[in-house]
């Protein structure tokens, strides 16, 4: 089946995972456990059926020569790369500076059309207010001039789980993570859009469309008309399919796993918490069909699914 395959929302595989992943390519399918029922299923990353990968990662550095491989094989590829303005309490594991160096070796190989910057989340607190933003944003824009087309924002969404991080923090650092309302949200959105216009960029807000205005268009992050326009002028059918409220998603197949990303981001809705990420890390097997799992379960699930496609 033709799909565009999303690589991933819920881990970072080209930071993490990319011997996994470039080993489910020369395999040619990787095996997905739904999150929401348990479901296994398999997915195809034969060039031919994959239409598009869509990869989001906060650092590419890792897995530049596994994209020169699969460029060479025929795949098509654009890149969601956050590069955030939160201070380092927020995000402990990730490398910015190294970051924005591969922001630009991929705008320059690829062209700029493919990369999103993804400004993403805004978390105001006691140690980051409005002010820092607009001082943090420009100087990234300026750094990415000429290297992106398009930026995406969001505030943070504090699900239960996030709101557990929060607290810890509070705990541990004495840093309040606050909420001044959304018009608070909208005046400085609107600030970095036009900060982000003068480095010649489109502003787009993810699953928030109050944002949404003169300055500000919708985000897809998944983007079938983005797709189209790299890949292919010929036309590409494609479909709708939000994954959460006001997403402007197209359909897509995510081939990732919770609760698997060792970034140890205090705000990410992905993980249950630092340690499990950890762990799950720790024990990775790149020869596992199933990102998260050993082979030996991995191989005993591709059985059962072997054996239910013969019934």
């Known amino acids: 089946m033709k799909r565009i395959i999303s690589v991933s929302r819920r881990t970072d595989i080209p930071a993490f995972y ?21 479901k296994r299923y398999l997915v195809s990353l034969r060039p031919e059926d994959a239409l598009c990968l869509v990869f989001w990662s906060k650092d590419f550095s890792p897995f530049v020569d596994a994209l020169e491989t699969l460029d060479r094989l025929g795949y098509r590829f654009y890149f969601n790369y956050t590069v955030t303005g939160l201070p380092a309490l927020f995000e402990t594991g990730v490398d910015k500076g190294r970051a924005l160096r591969t922001v630009k ?19 105001f607190s006691t140690i980051s207010d409005a002010d820092f933003y607009v ?17 995406t924002i969001s505030f943070v969404t504090e699900y239960g789980k996030v709101k ?85 998603c197209t359909e897509s197949v995510d081939i990732g796993t919770y609760d698997t990303c060792p970034h140890g981001c205090v705000y990410c809705y992905a993980n249950a918490n630092k340690t499990v990420a950890r762990d799950a890390f720790a024990r990775h097997d790149p020869a596992a069909a199933f990102l998260g799992y050993s082979k030996a379960q991995s191989d005993e699930w591709l059985t059962e699914l072997h054996e239910q496609s013969l019934l």
């Open 18 to 38: 990319g011997d996994w992943f470039m080993g489910r390519v020369r395999e040619g399918f990787a095996g997905v456990v739904n999150p929401f029922g348990g």
């Open 164 to 248: 557990r991080n929060f607290r810890a923090l509070e705990r541990a650092a004495g840093v309040r993570v606050v909420d001044p309302g959304p018009q608070a949200k909208i005046d400085l959105a609107n600030q970095l859009a036009q900060i982000a216009a003068g480095s010649g960029m489109t502003m787009h807000s993810c699953c928030g469309d109050y944002l949404v205005g003169e300055k500000i268009q919708k985000a897809h992050c998944v983007n079938g008309a983005l797709i189209e326009r790299l890949f292919y002028p010929e036309g590409l059918s494609y479909q709708a399919k939000p994954t959460r409220p006001e997403c402007g």
């Open 135 to 151: 001082e943090t944003f420009t100087r990234v824009a300026r750094e990415l001039e000429g290297l992106v087309e398009r930026c």
């Open 105 to 123: 070796l991929l705008s320059e190989r690829y062209g700029p059309a493919t990369v999103t910057w993804r400004f993403d989340p805004i978390i």
